[in-house]
């Protein structure tokens, strides 16, 4: 029986609240009342409507006394007054007040009781709430009936839009957080992952201020207790690399590096499904079943198998599934100190290497420029891939100066011994359009040569472009593919490109030179 929620505080009077109800239920509304439809492998497939990724130039933060001198100000945490925060909460709120029925999930963000945050999402969707439900942490009945006040809210009224015409407002789409209220307010967007992100966001926030270093990362569990972090973008590879049949999944992109070890964020995962089969990622492909939410792929009406291979609607497709529709997951998911920390780059250029042992200056310097290209689709406007640089791997998500969260990597990769690689799983033998994507097969054994120690004292060949040591022996790799420019038909062009890499590299560093110091500047590119 559902347990009755008293939303006076949130300011909701909606007659009917379907609290924390079951896939079922929340299948059946989505198909009667969002066009929703269920696919071969039991799965739910749906639209998100307009915007099928994140618009990253909508989101705001509130600028308030308390936390502005705290907040890393920009491109990604655009300021807006507290006034406007609350009349673009009001809207939200007067929407959902026009619904007949509203969906409430309370669940947790964190496996660390220590770090748990409750959270309150209220939508109108039924859609988002199971989405939700996937990627929050579910509650026992009895955490349900003593969940008492949520320590975060979201209002999700993404269906109506933002006045353009309110001031500080970029477009229809307006995504806003408050620090200090602690809620989050969605307009006029319906895709789901800016309520995970927004999360994300705040735990970004709250863990760095108690030591914990907040990461948008992957990880994972060998048989021994060895633990690897896989950072990347969207795209890289986070949610393929770190579903190994052979080690136990934590998490897929938010977790948690306290004082006890690891712990994820989430209760789930948001795997892109692009080109999903079940010979290159079985894991991902067998978690696809009922209770899974497919976003925006296309599936033939009739048969109702899903078409991996479509981007009709967008390259950006996804699922959203429970942790535990891994095989190898088994919640909690905590675990201990990483032995290894994993950046996977997506190289466009194609002039990385596809492995290199890091020292501690070079794993702060990649970790501070974050470099990267966004590939299809991920965000809104992205068509193909463009060259990025996202501090921390997380830049659209840090709510404080990216040094801040460097430090504490630092300080953790010191204290445990953790051993840090650079895993380009872009291009090869040519940049974007010219080479080729280097294929996955390699990568996992690059992945696994690393587990099994193999490349811990593993001969290296120091790049003269980056001064990276490239691993120039991987079991299984071939050796060409091991050093970029013997990959490419002709290395004067291959040097061409990789001077243009450092150079971008260089000047993105500027900003960060200062605080990092002399030894992290000469960690990169030589000059």
Same mark, same amino acid.
């Given at each position: ?33 969002? !066009? ?17 990724? !994140? ?18 100000? +920009? ?122 992100? +927004? ?299 990789? !001077? ?28």
């Amino acid at each position: 029986m559902p347990i009755h929620v008293d939303l006076s505080p949130q300011e909701i009077t909606v007659p009917v609240v379907v609290r924390n109800a079951s896939p079922a239920r929340l299948y059946e509304d989505a198909v009667t009342r969002e !066009r929703a439809g269920i696919v071969s492998s039991g799965a739910i497939a749906i639209r998100s409507g307009a915007k099928t990724g !994140r618009s990253p130039k909508d989101k705001h933060v509130v600028r308030h006394p308390d936390s502005e001198p705290d907040v890393w100000w +920009g491109p990604v945490n655009h300021p807006i007054d507290e006034h406007t925060f609350l009349l673009n909460r009001q809207r939200a709120i007067d929407y959902l007040n026009t619904r007949d029925q509203i969906y409430v999930f309370d669940g947790f963000a964190g496996w660390d009781p220590a770090s748990r945050l409750k959270v309150r999402v209220i939508c109108s969707r039924a859609y988002h709430a199971l989405f939700m439900q996937n990627m929050l942490i579910r509650p026992t009945l009895d955490e349900l009936e003593r969940f008492g006040s949520p320590d975060y809210v979201i209002y999700n009224a993404g269906q109506f839009p933002a006045n353009p015409l309110t001031a500080q407002m970029t477009s229809r789409t307006s995504i806003d957080l408050s620090l200090e209220r602690r809620e989050q307010v969605i307009l006029g967007t319906e895709y789901a992952g800016e309520m995970k992100k +927004g999360v994300f966001t705040l735990m970004h926030w709250l863990l760095p201020a108690r030591g914990i270093l907040s990461m948008h990362c992957a990880a994972n569990e060998g048989s021994k207790g060895d633990v690897s972090l896989f950072f990347g973008l969207s795209g890289t590879g986070k949610t393929t690399l770190s579903a190994d049949p052979t080690r136990r999944l934590l998490g897929d992109d938010e977790h948690g590096w306290g004082e006890a070890g690891v712990f994820n964020i989430e209760g789930g995962c948001y795997a892109k499904c692009i080109h999903l089969s079940a010979d290159r990622e079985p894991e991902i492909f067998r978690a696809i079943r009922f209770g899974t939410v497919l976003e925006n792929v296309v599936y033939d009406q009739a048969t109702r198998e899903v078409d991996f291979e479509s981007s009709a609607i967008t390259e950006n497709t996804r699922a959203a599934y429970p942790i535990d529709h891994i095989d190898n997951a088994r919640p909690p998911c905590t675990a201990g100190h990483p032995r290894h920390v994993i950046f996977l780059t997506c190289d466009a250029s194609g002039v990385l290497p596809p492995v290199s042992r890091l020292s501690r200056e070079q794993a702060m310097y990649q970790f501070l420029s974050g470099y990267t290209a966004r590939v299809a689709g991920t965000e809104v406007g992205i068509f193909e891939p463009q060259l990025a640089f996202s501090a921390c791997f997380s830049a659209a998500f840090l709510v404080r100066h990216p040094v801040v969260y460097a430090r504490l990597l630092a300080e953790k990769l010191q204290r445990h011994g953790t051993q840090a690689w650079l895993v380009n799983t872009g291009w090869t033998g040519g940049g974007y359009g010219v080479g080729k994507r280097i294929d996955l097969a390699a990568t996992r054994q690059i992945i696994d040569a690393i587990h099994a120690g193999a490349l811990d004292a593993a001969a290296v060949e120091t790049d003269p472009i980056f001064g990276l040591h490239a691993v120039s022996q991987v079991p299984g790799v071939p050796a060409e593919l091991l050093i970029p420019r013997r990959a490419w038909a002709d290395v004067g062009a291959w040097e061409t490109a990789a !001077r243009m890499l450092a150079a971008k590299l260089r000047e993105n560093f500027v900003v960060y030179a200062e605080a990092a110091g002399p030894d992290v500047v000469q960690a990169g590119p030589p000059g």
